[in-house]
C-alpha cells in the first residue's frame, strides 16, 4: 500500500511539473502575437527552439517515468511468481496489460510534445 501510494505521488509530481514546464515554454499566446508584430524572425526561431527543449522535457520526463513504474512492475510481478509460480500466466497475463497501459501513457506524452512543436 506504501509503495502504491509512494508511486502515485511520484505520477502526480511529474505530471504537473510536466504541465507546468509546456506552459512555460510555450509562453502567454496574447503576449506572444504582440512580440511577434513588433520583432524580426530571430524571435520565431528562439520560440521554435524553446519548444523543442519543452517537448524534449515532456518525453524524458514521461520515459524516465514509466521506466520506473515498468521497473517497479515486473520487480513485483517477478517476486509474486517466484512465491506463487501456480499461477505465474496469470500474473505474467495482467503484467503485461499493466505494461502495456502504462507504455500508452508514454506515447500519449510523445503525442504532446510533437503537437507542442507543431501545433502552438
Given at each position: 500500500?506504501?509503495?502504491?501510494?509512494?508511486?502515485?505521488?511520484?505520477?502526480?509530481l511529474?505530471?504537473?511539473?510536466?504541465?507546468?514546464?509546456?506552459l512555460?515554454?510555450?509562453?502567454?499566446?496574447?503576449?506572444?502575437?504582440?512580440?511577434?508584430?513588433?520583432?524580426?524572425?530571430?524571435?520565431?526561431d528562439?520560440?521554435?527552439?524553446?519548444k523543442?527543449?519543452a517537448?524534449?522535457?515532456?518525453?524524458?520526463?514521461?520515459?524516465?517515468?514509466?521506466?520506473?513504474?515498468?521497473?517497479?512492475?515486473?520487480a513485483?510481478?517477478?517476486?509474486?511468481?517466484?512465491?506463487?509460480p501456480?499461477?505465474?500466466g496469470k500474473?505474467?497475463?495482467?503484467?503485461?496489460?499493466?505494461?502495456v497501459?502504462?507504455?500508452?501513457?508514454?506515447?500519449?506524452?510523445?503525442?504532446?510534445a510533437?503537437?507542442i512543436?507543431?501545433?502552438?
Amino acid at each position: 500500500m506504501r509503495n502504491r501510494r509512494l508511486l502515485s505521488g511520484i505520477f502526480a509530481l511529474t505530471f504537473v511539473f510536466v504541465f507546468s514546464l509546456m506552459l512555460v515554454f510555450s509562453g502567454n499566446t496574447s503576449v506572444r502575437a504582440a512580440e511577434e508584430t513588433e520583432t524580426t524572425e530571430e524571435s520565431g526561431d528562439s520560440s521554435t527552439g524553446s519548444k523543442a527543449i519543452a517537448a524534449g522535457i515532456v518525453v524524458g520526463l514521461a520515459a524516465a517515468a514509466g521506466a520506473i513504474g515498468m521497473g517497479i512492475a515486473v520487480a513485483k510481478s517477478t517476486e509474486s511468481m517466484a512465491r506463487q509460480p501456480e499461477i505465474a500466466g496469470k500474473i505474467n497475463s495482467t503484467m503485461m496489460l499493466g505494461l502495456v497501459f502504462i507504455e500508452t501513457a508514454i506515447i500519449y506524452a510523445l503525442i504532446v510534445a510533437i503537437l507542442i512543436i507543431f501545433v502552438l
